[in-house]
């Protein structure tokens, strides 16, 4: 009995540890969306946490800018044991598209619905930000130009590398703040936010 009771306790320390380690990631420890509080739709993403019709449209309209669609998203939040945002998004834009979910396909969707989907899939699982990555990468290359969107591709692969190389998790936030050519689309204040947790990984490049 008495090794039965200490092998649960084992399992609850390492489940604890895991939690935490996790929890403290690129991807769940940056909450750049406080700088976009002022927003109506920022605000209600983080106070309901779950993909509803207004909030799927607004991410998928033009009139809205990419840096605050990705405040949406960061907004939307995670959960441990993961969440189902992407998925209610893939449904909608099926709807929308007049196509099944499985015939979803990047090639018809806008680069920025195809950001989303990458991003929302990237909270919803941060544990496995491999399935994220491929759809990311693909908004990159119409959207290259987008510090927006390089900085959560740079959060995505760190949350990625994380585990074999906490210094190349600086790095690629580091490239992404070197690279003049970006388009600065991310308000300051959320920039900042980022670099805060993300320059704490600097200290394993000496």
Not at 3 to 17: A, D, G, P, S, T
Not at 84 to 102: D, G, I, K, R
Not at 179 to 205: F, G, Q, S, T
């Amino acid at each position: 009995m008495k090794k039965i009771l200490w092998v649960v306790l084992l399992l609850n320390v390492l489940f604890l540890f895991q939690k935490t380690s996790h929890a403290d990631s690129p991807i769940t420890a940056t909450d750049f969306y406080k700088a976009y509080m002022d927003v109506k739709m920022v605000e209600r993403a983080h106070l309901e946490g779950v993909m509803g019709l207004e909030i799927a449209e607004f991410l998928t309209s033009l009139e809205n800018p990419i840096d605050v669609k990705a405040a949406v998203i960061n907004a939307l939040s995670w959960r441990f044991d993961g969440k189902n945002n992407a998925e209610l998004y893939a449904y909608y834009l099926a709807l929308l598209y007049h196509v099944s979910v499985t015939e979803l396909d990047t090639e018809f969707l806008s680069a920025d619905e195809v950001f989303c989907m990458g991003y929302l899939t990237a909270m919803d699982d941060y544990f496995h930000p491999e399935k994220a990555l491929p759809i990311l990468e693909e908004a990159h290359k119409v959207m290259k130009d987008s510090f927006t969107v390089s900085i959560i591709l740079a959060l995505t692969r760190g949350q990625k590398v994380m585990d074999y190389d906490w210094c190349e998790v600086w790095r690629l936030t580091e490239g992404v703040l070197k690279n003049k050519e970006l388009k600065h689309d991310l308000r300051p204040e959320a920039i900042k936010m980022i670099v805060d947790y993300m320059v704490l990984y600097k200290e394993y490049c000496e």
